[in-house]
């Protein structure tokens, strides 16, 4: 059974001359927990500058999909490179970038009736939805969640809400955005309970927001993450999303579904929204699609996406190597990693479960496939955040070899690469409960 194999005290001096190095050139802005030089991964694992050998519960912020370096991925991303490396879907065509197309207006839910605009990110692909949504109704309000995070451009950071210090002194942002509580059933902002409440959420933007604050007729678009994701691994019940598209229909305001972080068969399902069996009218994509290599993705009805040339476009979008490393991930996603991110999030989840019946300060665990959070608190009663001991779990784990990041205030979150197997899943949980158990004094 392979596992983590820590063989300097961390860091190490390599990467401690690398981080020295890091800390005089590199913007301060990022938010790194621990000191990981990474150097070379493979499948779940990655092995640092020293030689460290790590088990990957982050896959890169949700992003390796298909693991660390898949052959058939290095393959496809290597072919492509000795072909075409660049060409500019803006002002050429090519057939890397027409197949992705085709593939994805077939898998996104909603018929094959799509068109597809190609960036670089999650949060250009945000502000194509969001320039797209206010071009197709002529309207010029927005709606999205508190907890959200849609990224960090000013288009996109105007929906954010998630954590204060990323919207601080950035002002001006679109004034034309309001925040409504998201369907945070652990943290209920009405203090009701589910399925009593009658989703007092989304009965507040009928009746307050729309009689108070903004007129529906001049709402473009309702943006919403299926499961927050940034915001701390929020699942909301069952009923919340589908009450989003009928609130939507009802005042002919556009649902767009970013699926950056719950997309591309991390939950179990090619995308999140799949679980409520609710189609949304425009789908934002990025992370996981090419297993690694920049790509964002809007994706629209041919009605919705119907603005004339010139009026948005981006001279890297949808290169062709990240478009074949696209379309390859979405074969081995098809064929097999979707339905194993499926079985093992079930794996995970009940031992994660059973681990929240032994601990109190376990509060909460919630997620679907491989998109799983475990929120710690002080106590089930108080539910007071603890975020200096979650930051310490994450730490002690990291020493142990495993990567885990935090989401949201106090949860950590676990997605894994969706190749993982069931003994590479036991050993980061075992860690994981060793941690949690040092930490907590458990
Ligand atoms: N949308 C969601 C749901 C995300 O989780 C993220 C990033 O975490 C973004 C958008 C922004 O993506 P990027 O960092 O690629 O711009």
Redesign the pocket.
């Known amino acids: 059974m392979q596992k983590p194999k820590i063989i300097t005290a961390l860091p190490g001096p390599k990467a401690r001359a690398f981080l020295k190095r890091d800390s005089k050139y590199i913007s301060p802005s990022y938010t790194r927990s621990y000191p990981a030089v990474i150097e070379t991964g493979s499948g779940v694992w990655v092995t640092d500058v020293d030689g460290n050998i790590f088990l990957d519960f982050s896959a890169g912020?949700a992003v390796v999909a298909t693991g660390h370096c898949h052959p058939a991925v290095v393959k496809a991303i290597s072919e492509q490179a000795s072909k075409l490396i660049h060409m500019s879907g803006t002002d050429f065509y090519y057939p890397y970038q027409i197949e992705l197309a085709e593939k994805i207006a077939e898998i996104v839910p909603g018929g094959k009736n799509k068109k597809v605009f190609f960036a670089n990110?999650?949060?250009e692909s945000?502000e194509c939805a969001m320039k797209l949504a206010r071009y197709h109704q002529r309207r010029p309000r927005y709606l999205a969640f508190t907890g959200s995070?849609?990224?960090r451009t000013f288009g996109a950071l105007s929906l954010t809400a998630s954590k204060i210090g990323q919207r601080k002194y950035f002002a001006p942002l679109l004034s034309e955005v309001t925040h409504v509580p998201y369907a945070y059933c652990y943290r209920c902002p009405f203090h009701l309970e589910y399925p009593s409440c009658n989703l007092g959420c989304v009965k507040y933007i009928d009746d307050v927001i729309f009689k108070k604050i903004a007129p529906p007729e001049e709402i473009a678009a309702l943006f919403f993450?299926p499961i927050q994701?940034?915001g701390g691994y929020v699942v909301p019940p069952r009923g919340f999303i589908p009450a989003l598209r009928d609130l939507c229909s009802k005042y002919d305001i556009l649902l767009v579904d970013?699926e950056?972080?719950s997309g591309m068969g991390r939950t179990g399902k090619m995308f999140a929204i799949e679980h409520y069996s609710t189609k949304a009218d425009i789908y934002?994509i990025?992370?996981g699609v090419a297993s690694g290599l920049p790509l964002g993705i809007c994706v629209a009805n041919s009605g919705i996406m119907d603005w004339p040339p010139g009026s948005h476009a981006s001279t890297f979008g949808g290169n062709p190597v990240s478009c074949v490393a696209a379309s390859k991930t979405i074969e081995l996603l098809e064929n097999g990693i979707i339905d194993n991110a499926a079985k093992l999030g079930e794996i995970a989840m009940a031992r994660l479960k059973s681990l929240e019946t032994h601990y109190d300060f376990i509060g909460d665990v919630r997620g679907k496939g491989l998109m799983i959070g475990v929120e710690l608190v002080a106590d089930a009663i108080t539910k007071e955040p603890v975020k200096d001991k979650r930051d310490a779990v994450v730490y002690e784990a990291f020493e142990e070899g495993l990567l885990l990041l935090g989401a949201g205030e106090t949860s950590i979150r676990f997605v894994p690469p969706m190749i993982i197997n069931e003994e590479e899943l036991q050993v980061g949980l075992d860690i994981f409960e060793k941690s949690l158990k040092k930490i907590f004094k458990a």
Do not use: T
């Open positions: 912020i990110s999650g949060a945000v995070f849609h990224g993450e994701g940034e970013d950056v972080q934002c990025a992370k």
